[in-house]
Each structure stands twice: as C-alpha cells, then as structure tokens.
C-alpha cells in the first residue's frame, strides 16, 4: 500500500479552499493509502502566530479535520512539532537545497512581497521542512491543492540531490496528486487570486466554521459577471468568477464543470447562487456542528494528536537515522 503524506498549516479557520483542494481528498483516500495527517504548526510560525491563539488553532485545526472525516485509529493525525525527526531531516536539507532553489519558489516571492530583507528565515526554507515532513516517512503521495505543486517539485529536486550527493538510492520520488475541479478555489471577491485563510476580507472565503446565514450572504455578495452560465465549458474562458462557483459546486456534487453546466448552463447567477448556497449548507453544516461538539472536550482531541505522534515517530525514527549516517554523523 503506497503511503500518503500531506499537512495543513493552523494559521486560523480552515476555509472552503482547503477542504475541496486537500482535505476532501485526503478524506476519501484513506480507502485505499495509509496516510499521515499533519497540522503543520512549525510552518505556521515562519509569520507571526500569537502563542496563545496557535494552540486553541491546532486544537481547532484538528477537531475540524476529524469532523470532515479523518480517521485518527485506522491513519494518523498529529501535529508537526511533536514529532522531532521532521527538524533533523530538515537540518540537513537546508544543507542540501541551494539559495537559487528557494529564490525561485513563488509562494515565497508573493508572501515576502516587497518586505524581502525583513521576512523571517524559516519562511524562506519553508520548503526544505515540507520535503523533510514528507520524506521523513518516505511517503510517495502528496494530495494536496494546486498552490503547492511546486513545492513538491522542490521536494523532489532535494530527494534526489541528496541521493546523488550521498551515492545512494534513499529517498523516493513524490507523486503530487492534484484532484478534481476545485484543485484551486479563489477569491469570491476576485475570480483571480486564490482564496486563502490569510486574506484580509472575510467576505472573500468561506470558512468551515460558517452558519448557513454567513453562507448565504458570503455567496450573495460574490462577484459573477451579467451573463448567464454557458452551456459549454468553453463559455468559461475569460470568466474566472463563473468558472470558481462552478468548480466549487462541481466538487461538492462530485461532478466535473461540464457536469455543472449540463444541469445549470443559461441560468442566471441568482438562480445558481441559490442552488450553489443550498449545497454548501447542507454539505458544510453538519461539518461545522461536529467540529464545535468535539471541541467541547479538547483533551479528547489532545490524546488523538499525542496518540498520533507516538506512532509516527515510530515510522520516522529509523528512516532520520539512517538519513544521519548516511551524512556521515558520529552516533556517540
Ligand atoms: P495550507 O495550510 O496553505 O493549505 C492546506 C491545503 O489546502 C490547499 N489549499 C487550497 N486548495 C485549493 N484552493 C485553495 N484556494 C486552497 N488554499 C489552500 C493547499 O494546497 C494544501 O494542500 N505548505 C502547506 C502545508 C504543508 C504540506 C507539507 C503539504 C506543510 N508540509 C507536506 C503537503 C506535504 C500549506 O501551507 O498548506
């Protein structure tokens, strides 16, 4: 059975972004991979976190992902900086990965934006700790959203670096897996730019945590174009607007957006916006109800995150070590 690998940052509230893009996949796979889970709160703090809000957010984080179906007995959730292997294998890729790599990482170049010279460290070796937080289980599969595809070829470029600087065949190639139509969902305030946790505006994401009056109005207020939904994929050319509601709404009914357009094509956006809320309420609702009840006992989700821990580093201890002696480290 091929091992599954893929983490989520808790930066604040889980957003629809996340769950169609990754933990809906993550959800479903777990059928056929054994997968690791991870609440990466190391990568949540390369930007300011206040100390007490990231753990009431790991714990939130966590709670979240078992309500949208994680299975923390057959798999593992865990959170990262309880499991040491991932900053020693990270250690050792900042040594392997080059400066000119990471200067070409996108995510970096639009976080760090015109502020460079003030940005903290950890958020340009960000991607060394991802191919670490993967590798260090030698995990082959990477569900994750589009946004991070070049991370993962990142990942790749180290594992074999360090295979051939080590002259050895140690580390796997990474498969991303990029699924279904709402691989990138954006902004419902601008069809351009994706949606996010970290966007300034409320009304531009829906959050897991939103109540069917959020939802609606959320949806209500999305920018659309005056031209009813075409009745071919085509049609979706140049309108990123119309082409980000259908893909949501393809991905919650399991379809594709030709699916959407077979049943919705000529209609006008008020008309969709109704069908497109109805869906997210019925399908976000009982998510958020569970999340809040499990969050009503936070030692319950602590004990599944410890439990988590313990048994991923047991598959991470011996893969570390070796790395370690393959690098050459006196074990004393
Ligand atoms: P993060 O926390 O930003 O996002 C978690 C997952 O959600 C996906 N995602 C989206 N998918 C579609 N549309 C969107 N608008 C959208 N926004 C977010 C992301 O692609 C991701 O799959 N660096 C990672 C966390 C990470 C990781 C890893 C992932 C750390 N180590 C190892 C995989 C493997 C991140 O910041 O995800």
Same mark, same amino acid.
Not at 176 to 204: C, F, H, N, Y
């Given at each position: 059975?091929?091992?599954?690998?893929?983490?989520?940052?808790?930066?604040?509230?889980?957003?629809?972004?996340?769950?169609?893009?990754?933990?809906?996949?993550?959800?479903?796979?777990?059928?056929?991979?054994?997968?690791?889970?991870?609440?990466?709160?190391?990568?949540?703090?390369?930007?300011?976190?206040?100390?007490?809000?990231?753990?009431?957010?790991?714990?939130?984080?966590?709670?979240?992902?078992?309500?949208?179906?994680?299975?923390?007995?057959?798999?593992?959730?865990?959170?990262?900086?309880?499991?040491?292997?991932?900053?020693?294998?990270?250690?050792?890729?900042?040594?392997?990965?080059?400066?000119?790599?990471?200067?070409?990482?996108?995510?970096?170049?639009?976080?760090?934006?015109?502020?460079?010279?003030?940005?903290?460290?950890?958020?340009?070796?960000?991607?060394?700790?991802?191919?670490?937080?993967?590798?260090?289980?030698?995990?082959?599969?990477?569900?994750?959203?589009?946004?991070?595809?070049?991370?993962?070829?990142?990942?790749?470029?180290?594992?074999?670096?360090?295979?051939?600087?080590?002259?050895?065949?140690?580390?796997?190639?990474?498969?991303?897996?990029?699924?279904?139509?709402?691989?990138?969902?954006?902004?419902?305030?601008?069809?351009?730019?994706?949606?996010?946790?970290?966007?300034?505006?409320?009304?531009?994401?829906?959050?897991?945590?939103?109540?069917?009056?959020?939802?609606?109005?959320?949806? +209500? #207020?999305?920018?659309? $174009? /005056?031209?009813?939904?075409? =009745?071919?994929?085509?049609?979706?050319?140049? &309108?990123? *607007? @119309?082409?980000?509601?259908?893909?949501?709404?393809?991905?919650?009914?399991?379809?594709?957006?030709?699916?959407?357009?077979?049943?919705?094509?000529?209609?006008?956006?008020?008309?969709?916006?109704?069908?497109?809320?109805?869906?997210?309420?019925?399908?976000?609702?009982?998510?958020?109800?569970?999340? +809040? #009840?499990?969050?009503? $006992? /936070?030692?319950?989700?602590? =004990?599944?995150?410890?439990?988590?821990?313990? &048994?991923? *580093? @047991?598959?991470?201890?011996?893969?570390?070590?070796?790395?370690?002696?393959?690098?050459?480290?006196?074990?004393?």
């Amino acid at each position: 059975m091929q091992r599954i690998f893929s983490g989520i940052q808790p930066s604040g509230i889980p957003q629809l972004g996340n769950y169609l893009g990754a933990v809906r996949n993550w959800v479903a796979l777990q059928d056929s991979h054994e997968c690791l889970y991870c609440v990466v709160d190391l990568h949540a703090i390369t930007v300011w976190q206040d100390p007490a809000a990231l753990a009431q957010q790991t714990r939130e984080l966590a709670a979240s992902l078992l309500a949208c179906g994680i299975d923390p007995k057959g798999h593992i959730l865990f959170n990262q900086s309880a499991v040491h292997a991932h900053l020693r294998l990270a250690w050792i890729f900042n040594c392997v990965a080059r400066m000119g790599w990471l200067n070409r990482m996108t995510q970096f170049k639009e976080k760090a934006g015109k502020d460079r010279e003030n940005v903290s460290t950890g958020l340009f070796t960000y991607p060394n700790l991802m191919a670490a937080d993967i590798l260090v289980y030698h995990a082959t599969r990477v569900p994750v959203g589009d946004d991070q595809r070049q991370h993962l070829e990142l990942a790749n470029d180290i594992a074999q670096k360090f295979n051939r600087d080590y002259g050895v065949d140690f580390f796997p190639n990474i498969e991303p897996m990029i699924m279904g139509p709402a691989a990138r969902v954006m902004s419902l305030r601008d069809g351009t730019k994706k949606m996010s946790k970290s966007d300034p505006s409320e009304q531009s994401r829906i959050n897991l945590t939103d109540g069917a009056d959020e939802i609606a109005l959320k949806i +209500r #207020r999305a920018k659309t $174009d /005056p031209e009813p939904l075409p =009745s071919e994929v085509e049609g979706l050319d140049g &309108r990123p *607007e @119309a082409r980000n509601l259908t893909g949501i709404y393809a991905a919650l009914t399991d379809t594709d957006h030709a699916g959407v357009l077979r049943e919705h094509g000529g209609k006008g956006f008020g008309d969709f916006k109704k069908a497109l809320t109805d869906l997210l309420v019925a399908k976000l609702g009982p998510i958020s109800e569970e999340t +809040r #009840r499990l969050l009503a $006992d /936070p030692g319950t989700i602590e =004990s599944v995150l410890r439990d988590g821990a313990r &048994r991923a *580093e @047991a598959l991470a201890t011996p893969i570390v070590e070796e790395a370690e002696r393959l690098v050459g480290f006196l074990k004393v």
